[in-house]
């Protein structure tokens, strides 16, 4: 039976650390290292594009090794699937006392690289006596006893979480995790449904699309109910569709809450700006078509003296323009985008319930899309733009 491993933290920094390779596997092991601080020195004929981005943040020699390469190391990764080479700077470790991680042959090797998991200032390394799958199993666990661990410093604090476009796969993965740490969820109308399934039964839900108040009140009642349930010493998670500061009020959350003493946290989300678009095969930028996209409230009527948007710039520019919250007014907008001196027979799309088993796309042109898109029900993302007709 062999000896068991003796596990050790490695301080890197400002430590030279000779990485032998420049292909898949270094380019998976060179960022954790560079993030350490280690002084990293690659050798290899080639470098990965991934790791060509990295420099000059490592020191490159565009040759094979030598084993005077080594002088000098505290660590060398020998990241080839080459036996031969593995052997050689195996060796040439082994007589400078170097710890050498192999990636051609584990059990060669003097050093292996755990599987690992951080939680703010606790990194956990997992060793799986040579078994990659089994260490990264252990770690997978771990990992999420200590998401709920870390969820108990989130009492009195509100989480404002972007849900994504609706499909509850696109929440990100810090959302998700905040989410299942939750105490109360203060959800939209647009936050995925199906992510509340799924939470534990103790969750206080409060689903603030069926407020009885007018939009003012409603929200003022969400300021207060965040506060409240904080001051509680609840972790509160506010849930919104998309991202939280795309026309989702956030800011006015995050205000109120810094107002009254409340920790704030921001999870960015998923936009449907861009995400609805792209799921029904539009990209909002294309090379060669558009350099820029403005994303806009239609909210307001363009003729209202409401309205904030600068209507005769946009009309000039030429970019995609995609409109959120505009079927109602879709018709007094292109109308105000074309006289402006858009093209009516600009390429334009609309999306209703992008992500969800219940899209539907119609397709037009800025002079047609208003009634191609009469029989849609909200939410619906409108695009405008060249950028609707490159994908074909
Ligand atoms: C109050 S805004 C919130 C936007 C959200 N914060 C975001 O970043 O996506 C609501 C508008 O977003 C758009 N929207 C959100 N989800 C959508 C979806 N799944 N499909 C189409 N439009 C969507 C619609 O224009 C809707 O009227």
């Given at each position: 039976m062999s000896s068991p491993d003796y596990p050790l933290g490695l301080r890197l920094a400002g430590r030279r650390v000779v990485v032998v390779g420049g292909g898949a596997i270094a380019t998976r092991r060179v960022p954790a290292l560079l993030d350490a601080g280690a002084d990293v020195v690659l050798v290899s004929p080639a470098l990965s594009p991934a790791l060509q981005g990295l420099l000059p943040r490592f020191t490159y020699h565009e040759r094979v090794f030598t084993p005077?390469?080594?002088?000098?190391?505290?660590l060398v990764h020998c990241?080839?699937?080459?036996p031969t080479a593995g052997a050689a700077v195996s060796a040439a470790a082994e007589e400078r006392r170097i710890f050498c991680v192999r990636a051609d042959d584990r059990h060669a090797a003097t050093a292996w690289t755990p599987a690992v998991t951080r939680h703010g200032q606790v990194t956990v390394a997992v060793l799986g006596g040579g078994s990659p799958r089994l260490s990264m199993g252990v770690r997978d666990r771990i990992a999420g006893l200590l998401s709920e661990i870390s969820a108990?410093?989130?009492?009195g604090t509100v989480a404002l979480v972007g849900g994504g476009?609706?499909?509850?796969?696109?929440?990100?993965v810090k959302g998700r995790r905040l989410l299942n740490a939750a105490d109360v969820v203060v959800a939209?109308?647009?936050?995925?449904g199906v992510l509340l399934d799924?939470?534990?039964?103790e969750v206080e839900v409060l689903?603030?699309?069926?407020?009885?108040?007018g939009a003012a009140a409603a929200q003022s009642f969400i300021n207060e109910t965040l506060v409240d349930r904080a001051r509680a010493g609840k972790f509160v998670v506010r849930l919104k569709g998309g991202d939280p500061f795309v026309f989702g009020r956030g800011g006015e959350e995050a205000i109120a809450c810094s107002e009254a003493g409340v920790p704030v946290l921001v999870v960015p989300g998923v936009t449907s700006a861009i995400s609805v678009p792209a799921l029904a095969g539009i990209p909002v930028t294309h090379r060669g078509v558009t350099h820029e996209f403005t994303v806009l409230s239609?909210?307001?009527?363009?003729?209202?003296?409401?309205?904030?948007?600068d209507w005769p710039a946009l009309a000039r520019a030429r970019g995609t323009i995609v409109v959120l919250m505009g079927l109602r007014h879709l018709a007094e907008i292109a109308d105000v985008l074309i006289r402006g001196g858009?093209?009516?027979?600009t390429p334009a799309a609309a999306v209703q319930?992008?992500?969800?088993?219940q899209q539907v796309v119609v397709r037009g042109t800025l002079a047609s899309i208003a009634s191609a898109a009469a029989d849609l029900r909200t939410p619906v993302v409108t695009v405008i733009g060249e950028v609707v007709t490159v994908l074909g």
């Open positions: 005077s390469d080594l002088d000098g190391a505290w990241a080839v699937d080459d108990d410093r989130l009492a476009p609706g499909d509850p796969e696109l929440i990100t939209d109308r647009l936050a995925p799924e939470l534990r039964p689903d603030v699309a069926k407020l009885p108040y239609g909210h307001v009527a363009p003729s209202s003296p409401e309205s904030l948007v858009r093209n009516p027979e319930e992008g992500s969800t088993s």
